[in-house]
Each structure stands twice: as C-alpha cells, then as structure tokens.
C-alpha cells in the first residue's frame, strides 16, 4: 500500500527544537522529491521544505530558511524535517508529501495524516 | 513571490447545484496551476493538475480551466462527499503558494 506515516510532533517551548520523521512505502521512494507542507490551526496550506530524490538539492520557505533542515534516508525510505529556533507561528499541522511532477510543474499527489506541532510557553 | 487569490472564501450549495471557484495569480502561471480537496481533519487530496488534468480516481464531475492569471474549479453536480475546502496551487516554482481555500458547505 502506498503511504507517508508521520510522527515526531508534539508540545515545544519557542525556541526549542523538534525532528519530524515522515516513513514512507509503496514506492520507489528515491525516485520522487519529496515536500514538508504546514497548516496553522484554521487557516491554509504553506508549503515548507523540499528535497529532490537523490537528496543532493534542498529547498525552504524564507519563513523558516535558516532554522529548518529537511533530510531523506533511502536505506530506511525515511524522510525528516529538524526544527529548530522555533517560534509561535510556527505551531501547525505538518504534512509530509510526495512530489509528482506534470509537464513540469510540481503536484502533491500523495500526503500523510499529518503530525501537529505546538509552540508554546 | 506569486500571490494566489481565491474567491469566494465560502459558499453554500445544495446537492446537484453546479458549483464555481476562481482562482487568480498575481502574475502569469501559464497552466501551473492545480486544485485540491481538504475534508476536516483530512489530509489535502489532489483533484485536477495543470489547470484542466484530472488526477486519477477523481470523478468526472470536477473540471478546471484557465491559463495565465485566472483559473476556475467547476463541480458539475455537487454531491454529499463534495462538502470540504478547495485549495488552488501554483507549481511552477517555490514556494509554490497555495490560495487560502474556498469552504463549501450545505445550504
């Protein structure tokens, strides 16, 4: 079955650190990019980070350029996302998601259930 | 960065009306442009890829059209399962924003 398992969200204090974790099956996973997307509590989608398939180019939001590192692990089929320096604004649910591309522009063509991640004092 | 605008933010509809949501980018996207279907506490679900491609295992009654700064997601027929937000999505470059969704609900 094709499928993304998030986990490693949680309570964190601003300024702390956290590492999602994103496990994947049912592909070939080192043939697709792969995207970090965010949702705030009640508001829309924002894409995060992303990594190309081969894992040699890495790409972030300016939000949280700097602070945020996305990785892939093709032996485990594991994708991550460590956080640190994090803020209030940055308290969402975060979605793992594989990359398709159409003609040339890029799609989400498959997510996992999400992992949320609060910050706060 | 592009901006992507939808409206309306909500609407209301009953089962079988037909339903519009537009969706415009503050430059030209070409066909760069894709919509999504969001239920609560779900995952977003990719309906329809550079602006008019049905993804696999969407029904028919979801259509989109459009190029260069306007886009419109049509439901031909709404039905029961339809009631979620839409999201419009530019995939040309990052960031690759999304709109800030349309929610439709049951009048």
């Known amino acids: 079955e094709v499928q993304l398992l998030e986990s490693g969200g949680g309570l964190v204090q601003p300024g702390g650190s956290l590492r999602l974790s994103c496990a994947t099956s049912?592909?070939?996973?080192?043939?697709?990019?792969m995207s970090w997307v965010r949702q705030a509590p009640g508001k829309g989608l924002e894409w995060v980070s992303g990594?190309?398939?081969?894992?040699?180019?890495?790409y972030y939001a300016d939000s949280v350029k700097g602070r945020f590192t996305i990785s892939r692990d093709s032996s485990k089929n594991t994708l991550s996302l460590q956080m640190n320096s994090l803020r209030a604004e940055d308290t969402a649910v975060y979605y793992c998601a594989k990359d398709q591309i159409f003609y040339g522009g890029t799609a989400f063509d498959l997510w996992g259930q999400g992992t949320l991640v609060t910050v706060s004092s | 960065d592009i901006q992507m605008t939808q409206s309306p933010s909500s609407l209301s509809a009953s089962v079988g009306d037909r339903v519009t949501i537009t969706c415009r980018a503050s430059?030209?996207?070409?066909?760069?442009l894709n919509w999504y279907q969001q239920k609560p506490g779900k995952a977003p679900k990719l309906l329809i890829h550079?602006?008019?491609s049905l993804q696999s295992g969407v029904p028919s009654r979801f259509s989109g059209s459009g190029s260069g700064t306007d886009f419109t997601l049509t439901i031909s027929s709404l039905q029961p399962e339809d009631f979620a937000t839409y999201f419009c999505?530019?995939?040309?470059?990052?960031?690759?924003?999304f709109g800030h969704g349309t929610k439709v609900e049951i009048k």
């Open positions: 990594i190309r398939g081969s894992g040699d180019s890495t």
């Open positions: 550079t602006a008019s």
């Open positions: 999505q530019e995939s040309y470059n990052t960031p690759w924003p």
């Open positions: 430059q030209s996207i070409s066909s760069y």
């Open positions: 049912g592909f070939t996973f080192g043939d697709y990019a």
